[in-house]
Every structure is written in C-alpha cells, then in structure tokens.
C-alpha cells in the first residue's frame, strides 16, 4: 500500500472542499491510500511515512495560511538528517519524493503556492504537478466569500487520480 499524506487548513470551507476532490479522485485506485491530517496536529513522522505529500491551504494576504507556515515551522528540520557528505551538515530525509499543492483563492494564489514551493524547495522534493489554484468567484476580490467553480473541482479530481495511479506505478 502506498501513502499519499494530505496537509490541509480550512477555515471557510473552500480548502475542505479541494481536499474533498482531490480524495475521491484518488480513491478510485486501488492500493493507494490518502491519508489527510489537519496542519495542527500533523507531525514529521507522518512526512517521513509517507510516499508523496500534497499541501492544501487557503490563500491568506496572499500567502499560506499560518497553520500552514507553523506546520512547517514545527516539522521542517524534523525532516533533515545529519550527513558527512560534503563536509557534513543536514540533508532531506523525504528528497525526491514527490510533492504538489491545492490552493483556495480570493486572489490569483501565485503568491500563496510560491510560499509553499520554495519551503519545499528546502526538502529537496520534487514538484510532480503543477498544483491546483481555485479561485472562488462571485465574492468580493480577496475574501472567502464566493463559491468554486466546478471546473476547479474537476482538477482536484484529476489531480487525486493522477497522483494516486502514478504513485501505485512507480511513475512519480
């Protein structure tokens, strides 16, 4: 059984609602798990368990959500190993596994999935798919009101199966 860890914060909904996507699309596939864990209470153990890990957050000021960042705060050097390589220091103990990101937008989320990427950039993950950035519609320009389109949900979905058959191949 392969794992794929999903790190998620919502506090409208809209967050929930891509995770909830991207979980039925892949669970359609068979010997795959996802296993979804709120940012508080997610670890470094359950990164270093898993196969692949997909960050999902709400854009906030045009950035992760804080949950997010203190998710990263909390297990970031959980997640190194010191090494004699090159003379020593800290080396990603999860590098070349594969990673993406769903992002819930009020604006255009470029700045929110840039945060998470170059945070990434740290573990030495690779990027697999471009990430998700749902921009709600039908509310005011940066807030949580306005609905999804269904085409973003659609994308979650893809992106669910995508993951999870690639994974359970060996393609990612």
């Given at each position: 059984?392969r794992?794929?860890?999903?790190?998620?914060?919502?506090?409208?909904?809209?967050?929930?609602?891509?995770v909830a996507?991207f979980?039925?699309?892949a669970?359609?596939t068979?010997?795959?798990?996802?296993?979804?864990?709120?940012a508080q209470?997610?670890?470094a153990?359950?990164?270093?368990?898993?196969?692949?890990?997909?960050i999902?957050?709400p854009e906030?000021?045009g950035?992760?959500?804080?949950?997010?960042?203190?998710?990263?705060?909390?297990?970031?050097?959980?997640?190194?190993a010191?090494?004699?390589?090159?003379?020593?220091?800290?080396e990603?103990?999860?590098?070349g596994r594969p990673y993406s990101?769903l992002?819930?937008a009020?604006n255009d989320?470029?700045?929110?999935?840039?945060s998470?990427d170059?945070?990434?950039t740290g573990?030495?993950?690779r990027?697999?798919?471009?990430?998700v950035i749902?921009?709600?519609v039908?509310?005011?320009a940066g807030?949580?009101?306005?609905t999804?389109?269904?085409d973003?949900?659609?994308?979650?979905r893809?992106?669910?199966?995508?993951?999870?058959?690639?994974?359970?191949m060996g393609?990612?």
């Open positions: 059984m794992h794929i860890l999903l790190i998620h914060h919502s506090a409208s909904g809209g967050t929930r609602a891509l996507a979980c039925d699309g669970s359609a068979d010997g795959v798990s996802v296993i979804t864990r709120s209470v997610a670890t153990a359950d990164v270093r368990k898993a196969d692949a890990l997909i999902a957050t906030n000021f950035y992760m959500a804080g949950s997010i960042k203190e998710f990263f705060d909390r297990v970031f050097y959980a997640c190194m010191d090494t004699t390589a090159l003379g020593g220091g800290t990603s103990v999860v590098a990101v992002i819930c009020g989320g470029s700045g929110a999935m840039l998470v170059r945070i990434i573990w030495r993950m990027k697999v798919h471009p990430g749902a921009r709600r039908g509310g005011e807030s949580s009101r306005g999804l389109r269904e973003d949900l659609v994308a979650c893809e992106m669910g199966q995508l993951f999870a058959e690639g994974l359970l393609a990612l």
